[in-house]
């Protein structure tokens, strides 16, 4: 309601502005009194695309930080409820600004939408972010193939005056289809100039928000333009209104979305230290993702995730952790001698014993581990929320409980050497986290093995 009253409110004092200029101007010239006129509506129109931006962006935002307790499916269909109103606003509804005629479609909503996008990634991942462009490509295709089976039935009048116009359903399920298209180079292209900007301004999240905005709007105003100057006959005064029309939306939005990332304690990292070619197969469903969650992911002997999945879980568990502010800790296991195993009792031992291993390992897991076979005899171990000070007696627990139940053919007892790396003291990435659990790891067994070890420790 706060919300509807902002808009009637800027509306009625943009009207009473309007009618007491128009009211002043009467005594005027008439060439002057129509001029006056025309900027006073133009600064009304104004008043009025400001009003729809704060309200777009304001309610786009509560419902994505709202996204925990509503489900963030609530923000993505609102996301593409309003895709079919801003293309059809921006092929047909145009107002006069102070420094052209505009659409509120392609200068608020899109423009809107597109920022609201780079949100999305910066308070989720790309994984998330491709989710509506993908919806809202599939959509406009599927409008623009049912538009033309439509056309093809025989129909008949009921509302007197009122006819289907399925040739306006068809054209602007193509201007949509070309929109989306475009929607998603744009949405590639702004992530990667975020992740790229934020190599030299880290610290200055409003000023990247609008770099990258209005690089992305000004190629999208003239990828648009061309669709529709080609359907509709667009002037030239069209594409240069929009642009800086466009270029004034990305200011605004950049300032409030700045605004509700440091009023809102965003704790994300400024910069992804993940390298770009990653983000950009996350958004783009390269093969080998595709490929690598399509596989089971397990081990065939022990069971566990296999080296494959660590790879592709390991990397998101660590990133969430990183993103949302909470611990997380990796510990890298090693069967102590079980060279010597294989080579006194046989590999089908050797095998049965990494088994039962894995079972004792299993008695003590968390909800929040993760468990992988790495490879041979070493298994690695996820565990999301937990730091370091509570990474070390839980890794302390799998220890003995590996040395107390796990025995050999000829009852040798089987020992395990750990080392633990956590977050944030040992790094921020997977690749940083297991660098030092291995350096741990090999502490522990110069140490005597059948040990924990850790900067803890």
């Known amino acids: 309601m706060e919300f509807c009253s902002f808009a009637v409110s800027g509306q009625a004092r943009a009207t009473n502005l309007a009618m007491r200029i128009i009211k002043f101007s009467s005594n005027l010239p008439v060439r002057t009194r129509s001029h006056a006129i025309k900027v006073t509506r133009a600064m ?100 623009v193939g049912l538009g033309f089976i439509l056309q093809q039935h025989v129909t008949v009048s009921i509302v007197p005056g009122r006819i289907a116009d399925l040739a306006f359903i068809d054209e602007m399920g193509w201007l949509m289809v070309w929109g989306t298209l475009l929607l998603y180079l744009d949405s590639l292209i702004i992530i990667l100039l975020y992740e790229r900007f934020g190599r030299h301004l880290r610290r200055f999240m409003t000023l990247r928000f609008f770099l990258c905005g209005a690089a992305v709007l000004t190629f999208d105003q003239a990828g648009f333009f061309i669709a529709l100057h080609a359907l509709n006959g667009a002037p030239a005064e069209v594409f240069w209104g929009g642009w800086l029309a466009k270029m004034g939306a990305a200011a605004f ?35 080998r993702y595709e490929d690598l969650l399509s596989r089971s992911g397990r081990d065939s002997l022990t069971g566990t995730l296999d080296r494959g999945r660590f790879e592709f879980d390991g990397m998101r568990l660590i990133r969430n952790a990183v993103a949302a502010g909470t611990p997380a800790s990796v510990m890298i296991i090693d069967a102590d001698h079980f060279k010597a195993v294989n080579d006194r009792l046989g590999h089908p031992e050797g095998d049965r014993v990494l088994k039962a291993i894995v079972s004792a390992i299993k008695t003590q897991l968390n909800p929040g581990d ?88």
Do not use: C, W
């Not at 809107?112 to 989710?131: F, H, N, P, S």
């Not at 741990?440 to 005597?448: E, N, P, Q």
């Open 44 to 143: 009304a129109n104004l008043f009025l695309f400001l009003g729809e931006a704060f309200v777009y962006v304001t309610i786009m935002i509560t419902l994505l930080h709202l996204r925990h307790r509503l489900g963030l499916g609530v923000f993505i269909a609102a996301l593409g409820v309003m895709h079919f109103i801003e293309t059809y606003l921006a092929a047909v509804f145009y107002v006069q600004l102070p420094f052209g005629v505009i659409s509120p479609g392609s200068a608020v909503l899109f423009s809107g939408k597109l920022m609201m996008i780079l949100l999305l990634y910066v308070k989720e991942d790309a994984a998330t972010v491709r989710q509506p462009i993908y919806g809202l490509l599939a959509g406009n295709f599927l409008t």
């Open 253 to 287: 939005y950049s300032v409030l979305l700045g605004a509700y990332l440091h009023f809102s304690n965003h704790t994300v990292l400024a910069v992804s230290r993940r390298p770009i070619g990653d983000i950009f197969n996350d958004l783009t469903f390269r093969e």
């Open 370 to 457: 993760h468990l992988f076979r790495y490879g041979g005899e070493e298994f690695v171990i996820v565990s999301e929320n937990l730091n370091a000070a509570l990474a070390l007696p839980h890794a302390e627990k799998i220890r003995a409980s590996v040395e107390a139940s796990v025995r050999t053919s000829d009852s040798a007892v089987v020992t395990i050497s750990i080392g633990i790396a956590s977050t944030p003291q040992d790094g921020a990435t997977l690749k940083d986290l297991l660098s030092r659990a291995d350096n741990m790891l090999y502490r522990a067994k110069d140490a005597g093995r059948n040990r924990v070890e850790s900067n803890l420790s």
